[in-house]
């Protein structure tokens, strides 16, 4: 029997697609957009296309497994009881000799951004106070930027950047990452709109563009102050700044005095007049919407950057205009309730929602040197749900440091990813088209259910479902040693994730209403159209007390990114590929035969090394195998690898990352970001005899 | 005059994503090592600026198609709405239309050992839909014509200098990206 179920897509991605899937007798047979959303218009892209093949692939893990030996690879299938009873003693027992439950460490993020997915946050806020990661690998400082200038941090629909005259696509590259906000673009462009393109190299996405102005990487920041400066001595200024802004005049002054356009020009890369022809058409045209990416504020000066783009959207008066403003996400939607056991994640712009506030919080940025210097106690047990660490997060010798000092490690996942091969119990978890779930987009205004349409694959269980069932062994065991139910219905508790806020905003009467069609929040197509702003004064902030309050200067500035050390000369990039989102590769079966290495063929010049030609990125952490291939657009202290999973037996090029840290992110998010665009590399030619070379002279 | 459907692509709006390749993948249940629709990356650089772009393509559905003229068995046809159609039946797998086609469209189906291409998804079009390839085309880069109806002041045909591509006249245009000012 042929029959249609509705979904989500989970993935962390602007898009968060509204999916129909058709099954034959329990069998999946298609996936196709839902052409009832206004923004997925009923089209996918080739990653959501794999999904059938990632349910049913060879691949995935559909048993509860144990490793005899950590990374030895040797597995044995077991029972859900022999896991869940080895799990809940293990949990038991360190709480009886450390007295405790700190010991106990949960480290989840955007595997499966689905509301549910937070049943393991509550499962270990049930256990008690508990070790936890805590902020966002991704978007942290940008997010802190925003909350600070706006006082909340929000954008307009996507679909109002059809309004724009003049759209600034900056350190985004949509066309491979937001691939539904491209048609958009592209219709805007046939009615005459001008798009460009802010990149550090000519993206996908600026191809597409009329005009691709080439950033050196971190100095966005100074480039949008240096336009903001052309605005204030060309009188292009929003006349209407004194009625809802704070601080202009200290800003205009700051500009005035700090930053020279000439000075900036040597320092972005981006020639003077270039800069001032820039400033002068943004300033003229109405409206004009900056989209600001997430890739321009990994760096240790990204919130400011952030900060001096909002500035400038503020100073041209593009603010709160229809198709106008500095867009970059939102949070709005993420009103659930938080399964009765963690706190409701409104205001929170991060989905790690769930804090005791009696737990240990660990930046999950740092979160390998944070847990190694737990003492008193100890972390003893790590759970990784939604998260693939030991591929994905910097500082990897930490990380395997803390894996062979641990005493337990589970990993629940679909596949045996890098991190799984560390755990001592593998938990099978199943995909979208399996459980019951509620996403909301952080680029969207969507809310929508995901249903079951399969049965779960193998003996595979909800995050949900594993929580439950944990909470009801370890009160088997131990009764009353866990407050998270220990049984339920997904559906029910699915209902009950729609806060009244939620309800609200989607116009509901009843939660059930929703398991009809996912829903469009009904929030204002454009942000700040009234100009009333959730700052303490109310008015979009140029001079903030916030950040003074929390260690910034109160005016948006520029402070440089870090500089290369002389013996690792070359800055690494490592952006989203089309074709990859992290280590999740589609199809998900095919890993690609190790890294390309992008570099400007100057470069490979100045190193002997022609195009193909097999090489190695090294710095003090580590060192990794890559083949080279010219881009002409890359600059020649740039080399770009575009991030995808590697061959477990390969070394992965997450060895070579550090973890500096963004310099904002704690406000909104509770810890900073990782600054991971701020990591340096060697190239060394690959012969008999690894050899560094210098460049010839 | 008999009809000419034909693919053309706005270079503009293709992103190379590939899910148009991928939906005809899927859709025509074709094994992992063959494909009817491939995706080619372009570029030049001069002073005014740089084009890169992509060019999705599959069959041509030729005016004058090769395959029809060489095939021995007649496995080739030209239906009255322009579409080069296979009939796998007829076909013995002798390869002298996957060597002839100067576009490489014909291939050696692995499991069958028959000629397959792109058929333009005739039956699609014939009950009032469109091909797989359109219908996944997020951005419209993608679109089929009567191409005898088309302007083709700004369109160009294929980049590929061959004598052939004059002779066998194929039914796919392209409209060239602008230069991104730099």
Known sequence: MLAKHQHICPRNCYDTCSLISTTYNGVLLSVE??????????????????????????????????????????????????????????????????????????????????????????????????????????????????????????????????????????????????????????????????????????????????????????????????????LAEENLLDPDLPNYTLGYHDFLAYLDSEIRVERAATITGVEADTIRDLAREYGQTHPACIWAGFGLQRYTNGGQTLRAIDALGALAGHIGEKGGGVQYGHFETWKFSGLGHTEPSQAKANPVVGKNPSDRALNINKFAAAALACTEPPVRMLWLAGRNPLSQDADLHLWQKLMNQLEFIVVS???????????????????????????????????????????????????????????????????????????????????????????????????????????????????????????????????????????????????????????????????????????????????????????????????????????????????????????????????????????????????????????????????????????????????GSVQRLSPNP | MLKQLGFVLDANRCLGCGACAKACELNHHLPPSLVWRTIRKVEDVTPEGIRRFYLSTACNHCANPECLRVCPRGAYSKRRNGIVTHSPEKCTGCKSCVVSCPFGAPKIHPTTGKACKCQLCYDRIEQGSTPYCLTACLTGALQLREIHTLALDNLTRLTAPLPSLRLTRPSVYFLPPRRVKL
Not at chain 1, 165 to 172: A, D, F
Not at chain 1, 212 to 224: E, H, K, S, Y
Not at chain 1, 550 to 566: D, E, T
């Open chain 1, 33 to 230: 957009g839902n052409p009832a959303h206004d923004y997925t218009k009923g089209k996918l892209c080739p990653k959501a296309m794999s999904d059938i093949q990632k349910v049913y692939s060879p691949s995935r893990i559909r048993y509860p497994m144990r490793q005899r030996h950590r990374f030895s690879g040797d597995w044995e299938r077991i029972s859900w009881d022999e896991a869940l009873e080895q799990i809940a003693r293990t949990i038991l027992r360190l709480k009886r000799t450390h007295g405790s439950t700190l010991p106990l460490a949960l480290n989840k993020y955007s595997g499966n951004f689905g509301a549910l997915h937070n049943a393991m946050e509550a499962l270990f806020s049930g256990i008690g106070p508990t070790t936890r990661a805590i902020g966002s690998p991704c978007w942290s400082a940008g997010v802190d930027a925003q909350t600070i200038d706006f006082g909340r941090f929000r954008c307009s629909s996507p679909l109002d950047m059809a309004h724009a005259k003049l759209i600034w696509l900056w350190g985004v590259n949509p066309a491979w990452t937001a691939i539904h906000q491209m048609p958009i673009i592209f219709d805007a462009m046939e009615r005459g709109t001008t798009v460009v393109c802010f990149d550090t190299h000519l993206s996908a996405t600026a191809a597409r563009s009329h005009r691709f102005i080439q950033v050196r990487p971190g100095t966005d920041g100074l480039l949008a102050l240096a336009m903001g400066k052309v």
């Open chain 1, 413 to 687: 996942d679909l596949f045996l990813t890098r991190s799984a091969a560390a755990a001592d119990i593998f938990l099978p978890v199943t995909t979208h088209y399996e459980h019951w779930d509620l996403h909301a987009s952080y680029w969207h205004y969507w809310v929508g259910v995901n249903e079951p349409a399969i049965a779960p694959v193998g003996e595979s269980k909800s995050d949900l479902e594993i929580a439950w069932r944990v909470s009801a062994k370890l009160n088997e065991l131990e009764p009353g040693s866990c407050t998270f139910p220990t049984s339920g219905s997904e559906k029910e508790t699915l209902l009950r994730e729609l806060s009244p806020e939620l309800l609200r905003l989607l116009r509901l009467q009843s939660p059930k209403e929703i398991l009809l069609q996912p829903l469009k929040a009904n929030l204002p197509p454009a942000s700040w159209a009234q100009r009333q702003f959730a700052t303490p004064s109310g008015r979009f902030e140029f001079r903030s007390e916030k950040a003074v309050q929390a260690g910034f200067p109160a005016l948006p500035s520029y402070s440089p990114p870090l500089s290369p050390p002389p013996e690792a000369p070359l800055r690494l990039l490592t952006p989203h590929h089309s074709s990859a989102l992290n280590s999740q590769s589609y199809p998900p079966d095919t890993i690609p035969n190790g890294y390309t290495l992008y570099v400007n063929p100057e470069l490979a010049e100045s190193y002997g090394l022609n195009e193909g030609a097999p090489a190695e990125i090294a710095n003090d952490l580590g060192a990794v195998r890559v083949r080279l291939a010219f881009d002409l657009s890359i600059p020649r202290d740039v080399v770009i690898v575009y991030q995808h999973p590697a061959e477990l037996k390969d070394s992965c090029l997450n060895v070579l990352l550090r973890s500096h840290t963004t310099d904002m992110g704690t406000i909104a998010t509770g810890a900073p970001g990782l600054a991971l665009n701020e990591t340096f590399v060697c190239l060394r030619r690959l012969t």
